[in-house]
């Protein structure tokens, strides 16, 4: 009795395979109809996140607000004036620790959004990638409140208003895009290989220290070899961060470097994530 290829049957028939992945572009214009499915996670999990909490949504800027605070202690306090002469120490530092902590939250979060999420994966047909963009879309929501609290830190320590702050959505759009990429990269790694997610949080604080947020890298490098500052204005989150106090505060250092380091990375990143994420798209949720 010949045995029937179900296979081929299905394919003559027109039936695509349960979870099979589809071409990128029906993939993207799919992600992009079911955009407001990851608006709502996001907004879902920030109101489920400060739910308990009875200052809510305060936290948000809160959380930060109080790191920086013990930083601020350590470095602008303990530690020798040497590292930052002639900066305005507290506007520099929250800038500084407001944008990276934008960078980190979407980098643990965007690692964790499908792990996080396996009944949501393996019991709905969605595209994947709505989840890792979910995560940056929160961290986008959250950073809303902490830019209009940094106007106000700002002002108050006479960084007034000009037309370079202007500047300072560009600069955003491109982190954002960059922090998607790493998103979606870091949500793949962390599937195959669940180990990935102790690496994160050691990545991170090492990123912290080596993008110059408690102190300047200009003046901290200033007797070392030309080629450790040269390296450091290749990390795209010490170029982002460098362009936004270089909007923001006075007497800010800037290059052009920063400015190609910054788009090439978001464009790299991003387009580079899509693909990574999407290339192991009928793996999720089985893995």
Known sequence: MTEI???????????????ARQPLPAYL?????????????????????LAQNRLGLLWVVLNP????AVYGLVFGVIMPRSTREGENFIPYLVTGFFIFTYFSQSFNQGARAITGNTSLVRSLSFPRM???????????????????????????FGELPSWEWLAVPFVLVLMTMFNFGVALIAARLTVHLRDVTQIIPI???????LTGIFYSMEQVLADKPEWMMT??????????ISLIRYALLTDQPFTQQMVIVSVVAAIVFFFAGIYFFWTAEERYGRD
């Open 5 to 19: 290829d179900y296979a081929a049957l299905a394919r003559e028939a027109g039936l695509p395979r349960v979870g």
């Open 29 to 49: 214009r799919e992600l992009w109809d079911r955009r407001h499915f990851a608006t709502k996670l996001a907004r879902y999990r920030i109101e489920a996140n």
């Open 65 to 68: 607000l109080l790191q920086s």
């Open 130 to 156: 709505l989840l890792p963009l979910s995560a940056v879309i929160r961290q986008i929501f959250e950073l809303v409140p902490m830019m209009a609290v940094l106007a106000v830190i700002l002002i108050g």
């Open 203 to 209: 990545l991170t604080r090492l990123l912290m220290y």
């Open 231 to 240: 390296v450091a204005q290749l990390n795209p989150v010490h170029d982002y």
